[in-house]
């Protein structure tokens, strides 16, 4: 079985441009859950969808976004990006209905940098 | 707030010995901790999970102890190999909480 595919595996952009990152979770895994990883501030949640609903959201500004589409597959969108914003993006699955009470399956992760 | 922490953010050990790696939390209302390990260019991988009506669980080569009195997680490693050499992340989930919580990771150096 496939593990959760994420792309692009880099991507770099300049200031003030939008980004959108791609996760396909794992089949059968209905959960997919966003993290951003940074060296100092660790994996900090983004965002969690089940069954195309929002479930959870992490403290983030607006310009992070995200959906769920009915194949389970997940977008996250960046807008106005700035410098700070680089950082690996992971998404992960799980089987059930998310929340905290499950374990995560991660993919590679997509390498933003901004610039 | 809400936050898991790890004791020491660097490892070094030898191959073949053991390695504990340790963690904190501070929600008493946790009741769901897992850990994984992270290696270069890859995303965390999941290693193992133990729920609160536990207070120790074994894998292949991994153990993990709980002891809820001081809050307090712990990853043990048999037989350390080189290939066990990544940053290591405990999280913490139930609760209260909507989201499982990363502490910052522990980096494993494997000496051979």
């Known amino acids: 079985k496939a593990g959760v595919t994420q792309t692009p595996r880099y991507l770099i952009k300049t200031r003030g441009q939008q980004v959108t990152l791609s996760c396909s979770p794992i089949?059968?895994?209905?959960?997919v859950s966003w993290y951003q990883q940074t060296p100092g501030q660790g994996l900090q949640f983004l965002f969690e969808y089940f069954s195309e609903t929002q479930r959870n959201k992490g403290n983030f500004p607006g310009r992070f976004s995200g959906r769920q589409f009915s194949n389970s597959r997940s977008e996250m969108n960046v807008s106005t990006l700035e410098l700070g914003d680089s950082a690996l993006y992971l998404c992960?699955?799980?089987?059930?209905?998310?929340?905290?009470?499950?374990?995560?399956?991660f993919g590679s992760g997509t390498q933003l940098s901004v610039l | 707030g809400e936050s898991v922490g790890l004791h020491l953010p660097t490892l070094s050990v030898q191959e073949g010995d053991n390695s504990i790696i340790n963690c904190a939390y501070s929600n008493s209302a946790s009741d769901y901790f897992i850990w994984y390990k992270q290696e270069s260019g890859k995303g965390p991988q999941f290693i193992i999970d133990i729920r609160s009506n536990m207070d120790k669980r074994q894998g292949q080569r991994v153990t993990v102890l709980l002891n809820k009195t001081v809050k307090h997680l712990s990853l043990q490693i048999a037989a350390t190999q080189p290939g066990d050499s990544a940053v290591y992340f405990c999280?913490?989930?139930?609760?209260?909480?909507?989201?499982?919580?990363f502490g910052k990771g522990t980096k494993l150096s494997v000496k051979p």
């Open positions: 999280a913490e989930g139930g609760g209260s909480q909507g989201n499982l919580i």
């Open positions: 089949s059968g895994h209905r959960s």
């Open positions: 992960a699955s799980s089987l059930g209905q998310g929340g905290s009470n499950e374990k995560l399956f």
